[in-house]
């Protein structure tokens, strides 16, 4: 089992910065990519960004070149940098850990508003 419980959400102006945390507890060694996905109500979940664990990453086309992640293996935490927020962004932002065998952990999530 791997339990991850992020942090840094808030409310924040347009064009302001946020940065979300993720740590990861538990069979840590089973996780191979970890990322960020968010929801708004009445939509699916999305895909955010991910990193795996040789530091390949990717991205959501609606957030390059404002939100950038990474990751310290060492403290088993995944960051998110949010710069240039637009009101678009606003959801739940979910840390997510998939393991080497496909499984998926989830974090509680933690909302971003952006206000306009």
């Known amino acids: 089992q791997v339990q991850l419980v992020e942090s840094g959400g808030g409310l924040v102006q347009a064009g302001g910065s946020l940065r979300l945390s993720c740590a990861a507890s538990?069979?840590?060694?089973?996780?191979?990519?970890m990322g960020w996905y968010r929801q708004t109500p009445g939509k699916q979940r999305e895909l955010v960004a991910t990193?795996?664990?040789?530091?390949?990453?990717n991205f959501a086309d609606s957030v390059k070149g404002r939100f950038t992640i990474s990751r310290d293996n060492a403290k088993n935490t995944v960051y998110l940098q949010m710069n240039s927020l637009k009101p678009d962004d606003t959801a739940v932002y979910y840390c997510?850990?998939?393991?080497?065998?496909?499984?998926?952990?989830w974090g509680q999530g933690t909302q971003v508003t952006v206000s306009s």
């Open positions: 538990g069979n840590i060694f089973s996780i191979n990519a």
């Open positions: 990193i795996t664990s040789g530091g390949t990453t």
């Open positions: 997510n850990a998939e393991g080497f065998s496909k499984r998926n952990y």
